[in-house]
């Protein structure tokens, strides 16, 4: 008996053969696996960007720009310069600032939505007056984050893509200044230099209505508030392409009066004095007493 109880057999005395059982893993939890869009992050961040080619973004825009053409928002934009063009200020250029870039490194499609769509609203307004004036109004464009194949494709379209400042001096009283949700101090170098003839981007009502606005600001806006006739964009559907935009447009200056258009009639540098202007104007009176006193001689 006791020889049978202190043998044991020799491969149950090595502790070792014991301690690790298989059976036991099905406890263990699997590590973590790191999320596919991360893997693919990390697979990509060393790799070259690909960009669109002029072709593609051409195509994308045709795209976008045939079922755009075919909206309301689109109909109602063109009847609005349409109906106002009679009063307004004439338009000779046009600047657009900040449309984005046509291709961006994300590829997010809302994102080149309203790039495309924002560009082709631009370009209507300039057929529509170009239509009404009969005349050719060139463009330019003025946007940091545009790749060599955006500046490409506008090229192409027959437009000019200019470096900053560029576009902000060209402004002068017959441009159109198109900038849609543009930071303040774009707004300010685009409109510094003088008050365009039309304008179309955030009105004055929502920069006053955030209430962020002390005494004096932002005169460059609040002056055009009030020299121009304001309308209300059209708005996209449901997307934000115009959300909070309007249209300013300076209105045609008055004509000039009778007596202030014989004294054009002048030449400059034959007007030395103000007594070159008073001896016309009493011309003038004479010849309107001559002419009386004769209908009283017939009389």
């Known amino acids: 008996m006791a020889a049978t109880e202190t043998r044991q057999p020799e491969t149950e005395s090595k502790p070792e053969e014991w301690s690790f059982v298989k059976s036991k893993s099905r406890f263990r939890r699997n590590p973590p696996k790191v ?11 060393n ?17 976008f720009k045939t079922r755009w053409r075919d909206t309301t928002c689109h109909s109602k934009i063109k009847e609005l310069v349409k109906a106002n063009a009679g009063d307004g200020r004439r338009v000779r250029r046009a600047v657009c600032l900040g449309v ?24 209507t307004v300039v057929e529509v007056l170009s239509e009404i004036y009969d005349d050719v109004i060139p463009c330019s464009f003025q946007e940091p984050r545009f790749t060599t194949n955006d500046t490409e ?8 893509v200019v470096e900053s400042p560029a576009a902000f001096e060209a402004v002068d009283e017959d441009t159109l200044v198109f900038a849609i949700h543009m930071y303040r101090p774009i707004y300010e170098l685009a409109l510094e230099k003088a008050s365009p003839a039309m304008f179309v ?27 121009h ?30 007596g ?24 003038n009176a004479d010849q309107k007493t001559e002419k009386k006193d004769a209908e009283e001689d017939v009389a």
Request: contains cysteine.
């Open 47 to 63: 790799e070259p960007r690909t960009y669109k080619s002029v072709a593609e973004i051409t195509a994308e825009y045709e795209n």
């Open 201 to 227: 981007g955030t009105g004055w009502d929502v920069w006053d209505g955030a209430g962020t606005m002390k005494d004096g600001e932002f005169k460059c806006m609040s002056g055009m508030h009030r020299s």
């Open 229 to 258: 006739k304001q309308f209300a964009f059209p708005q996209d559907g449901t997307y934000t392409s115009f959300s909070s935009t309007c249209l300013y447009w300076r209105p045609k200056p008055e004509a000039p009066s009778i």
């Open 153 to 160: 494709f506008l090229t192409n379209l027959g437009h000019k």
């Open 35 to 45: 999320p596919a869009k991360y893997l693919n992050a990390s697979k990509t961040d």
């Open 260 to 283: 202030a258009h014989r004294v054009s009639e002048k030449a400059p540098d034959e007007i030395r004095n103000t007594e070159d202007i008073k001896q016309i104007i009493d011309g």
């Open 100 to 123: 984005g870039t046509f291709d961006p490194e994300d590829g997010g499609w809302d994102a080149k939505r309203r790039s495309y769509i924002q560009l082709d609203g631009f370009l």
